[in-house]
T-cell receptor
Framework: AQSVTQLDSQVPVFEEAPVELRCNYS??????LFWYVQYPNQGLQLLLK??????LVESINGFEAEFNKSQTSFHLRKPSVHISDTAEYFC????????????FGQGTRLTINP | KAGVTQTPRYLIKTRGQQVTLSCSPI?????VSWYQQTPGQGLQFLFE???????NKGNFPGRFSGRQFSNSRSEMNVSTLELGDSALYLC???????????FGPGTRLLVL
């Protein structure tokens, strides 16, 4: 079984400041890792994913995450945030065989202050 | 392509009733998964259907059931509703396993 821990339930930052949302996972088997974003009253949108290969993955809107197998982490970073990044961010994991069964963290609410 | 659609978007029921939620996946997608989102428990996997067969199941009681039709549309049913079933129910579709899941906007269920 897998589990995901998002270390911060809320992260307030100022606009144009850098941000890091932390995610640690636990699993006895190989996993895929994901970050999803949820805007108010909407479903989840995939931000980025790690399946294999390069441990650094990037999204089209400036976010990046690095898979660290030794530390079992998949932290999400952005060098400069915008007001529009205000949302809840979910880290998720699935094992490579049951890839449709996502296990989510509790979420981190990112609030951007002007 | 149209995204994942879920109907209805909002629903109010009373304890003891049953409810059916519907999910239409992205055209061509064969896998449909359901998740429950609550403030207390977060996002939890309910089940996954692929080609009309349940392929994965989460840890929910038997009151929660689902099915998938030949056109990949899926329904989930909750019988004998409890107050704790109040939640946002999210559906996600993908072409197959190991493919990215795309989520719908959800159905918000309130049980009174």
């Amino acid at each position: 079984a897998q589990s995901v821990t998002q270390l911060d339930s809320q992260v307030p930052v100022f606009e144009e400041a850098p941000v890091e949302l932390r995610c640690n996972y636990s699993s006895s088997v190989s996993v895929y890792l994901f970050w999803y974003v949820q805007y108010p009253n909407q479903g989840l949108q995939l931000l980025l994913k790690y399946l294999s290969g390069s441990t650094l993955v990037e999204s089209i809107n400036g976010f990046e995450a690095e898979f660290n197998k030794s530390q079992t982490s998949f932290h999400l970073r952005k060098p400069s945030v915008h007001i529009s990044d205000t949302a809840e961010y979910f880290c998720a994991v699935s094992d490579v065989w049951g890839a449709q069964k996502l296990v989510f963290g509790q979420g981190t609410r990112l609030t951007i202050n002007p | 392509k149209a995204g994942v659609t879920q109907t209805p978007r909002y629903l109010i029921k009373t304890r003891g009733q049953q409810v059916t939620l519907s999910c239409s996946p992205i055209s061509g997608h064969r896998s449909v998964s359901w998740y429950q989102q609550t403030p207390g428990q977060g996002l939890q996997f309910l089940f996954e259907y692929f080609s009309e067969t349940q392929r994965n199941k989460g840890n929910f009681p038997g009151r929660f059931s689902g099915r998938q039709f030949s056109n990949s549309r899926s329904e989930m049913n909750v019988s004998t509703l409890e107050l704790g079933d109040s939640a946002l129910y999210l559906c996600a579709s993908s072409w197959d396993s190991q493919e990215t899941q795309y989520f719908g906007p959800g159905t918000r269920l309130l049980v009174l």
